[in-house]
């Protein structure tokens, strides 16, 4: 069952990003272009996304287990640290570089975009990088 | 600021916006897991026991979307300009910068706004500073 609902959710996360235009690096890029003919679209991809998703996560706070029975897990940290802040920093700079965050190109690899592969085995292979960094530090 | 009326689709990205919700909605409330796909792909690098086969699943479901899409609508607009070079650099910059900074655009900008979090609300707009003051560079300076 858990198995089931996570694909149900794959693949609703997915449609929304592709009706939604997020899963188009160019549409993007026109959101992030500022300064030339700019595009708020992605600004409405947000609002619906929040605006569901905080009354979802207003009732989960009232529970410690999921509709199935599973542990809710939330996260903890509040403090605004410098990891947060680097990281996010590197980023935004891959995401204004070609216009791909994680979710559309795990969706533009689905539908068959060469360069979304080329995009996705690097994504990993930096987050690979960080597994290792981190294991060293431990 | 100019706007591209023509590139604008306020309704096609909210409704858009809405099944992102309900997909993070029902992550939450059915698995009881927040909808960050950098932390759920990665946490595929670090396997621990009973906790792969539904980040598997999810993948999965993400890879399908086009393919569902398909069976219903006309091919959706894809169009990567960048470089594979840049393809590169830009794939090991969200990968190192997600896993450090805990998020990206659905866990920081979706769930984490969602939940009121003080770290997302500063994750969420130190990455979007940082895409804008890239496509500035990229578009609009000099030599570029």
Sequence with gaps: ?138 | MTIAWAAFTPWASLAGGLLVGVAAAMLILFNGRVAGISGIVGGLLRPARGDLGWRVAFVAGLVAAPLAWLAVAAAPRLHVAASVPALVAAGLLVGVGTRLGSGCTSGHGVCGISRGSRRSLAATATFMAAGFAVVFVARHLPGS
């Design chain 1, 1 to 138: 069952m858990r198995l089931a609902t996570a694909f149900v959710v794959g693949l609703v996360f997915g449609l929304g990003l592709l009706l939604s235009g997020m899963a188009d690096p160019a549409k993007v890029l026109g959101f992030l272009d500022l300064a030339g003919a700019w595009d708020p679209s992605l600004m409405f991809v947000m609002g619906g996304a929040v605006g569901v998703g905080s009354v979802a996560f207003a009732f989960a706070r009232t529970r410690t287990r999921s509709l199935l029975g599973e542990p809710l897990q939330l996260p903890t940290k509040t403090s605004v640290d410098r990891r947060l802040i680097v990281g996010a920093l590197l980023f935004g700079a891959g995401w204004g570089l070609a216009g791909f965050c994680p979710g559309p190109a795990v969706v533009a690899l689905g539908a068959g975009e060469a360069k979304a592969v080329v995009f996705v085995i690097a994504m990993v292979a930096g987050m690979a990088l960080f597994e290792l960094v981190e294991a060293r530090r431990r």
